[in-house]
């Protein structure tokens, strides 16, 4: 068995070759998967902590490409305890595609507010850190959304 980081991962030699239909031949199989695991950056994180937020957030949000600074990290801990309000305030399973009522406004904007003002952290890196904790509600990967909110909503999450 080998370490990366607190995942002990198998040896990817002890796992034999698969054969696919039409005779495609996976030498190696494991090494298929945990190289997709590491391309999609898929999360394994505990979700039993929706409304809590901390550095381990922000590195994971780094490791996702949002590059925030440790003055930065600082800076947004700092707000922790807000952050954390307005998450609680925001059901885990809310979404945008909802009706437009069922959409928590002011809950989302006391979030985005939290991060308004800390030199450096913009909105790319705001939505980057918190998308995890509510990924129907907040698009952290700009390129991964497929289409924009609507225009009478994109108004109401204005960061100052």
Do not use: C
């Not at 600074?69 to 954390?84: H, N, Q, T």
């Not at 507010?113 to 980057?128: E, L, N, P």
Request: hydrophobic share 40%; proline share 9%; net charge positive.
């Amino acid at each position: 068995m080998r370490r990366n980081s607190d995942v002990t991962l198998p040896d990817t030699n002890s796992v034999r070759p698969v054969v696919l239909r039409n005779g495609v031949d996976i030498e190696d199989p494991l090494r298929v998967v945990l190289g997709f695991l590491e391309a999609w950056q898929l999360d394994f994180s505990d979700r039993s902590r929706p409304a809590s937020f901390g550095e381990s957030d922000l590195r994971l949000a780094n490791r996702g490409g949002a590059r925030i600074s440790a003055a930065e990290i600082a800076a947004i801990l700092e707000r922790r305890r807000v952050i954390e309000r307005a998450l609680r305030a925001i059901p885990p399973g809310a979404s945008l595609t909802g009706a437009a009522n069922s959409v928590p406004w002011p809950p989302l904007r006391q979030l985005f507010d939290a991060f308004a003002d800390i030199r450096g952290v913009g909105f790319s890196k705001t939505t980057k850190a918190l998308h995890r904790k509510r990924p129907s509600t907040i698009a952290g990967y700009p390129s991964r959304v497929k289409a924009p909110p609507p225009p009478a909503r994109v108004h109401q999450l204005r960061v100052r």
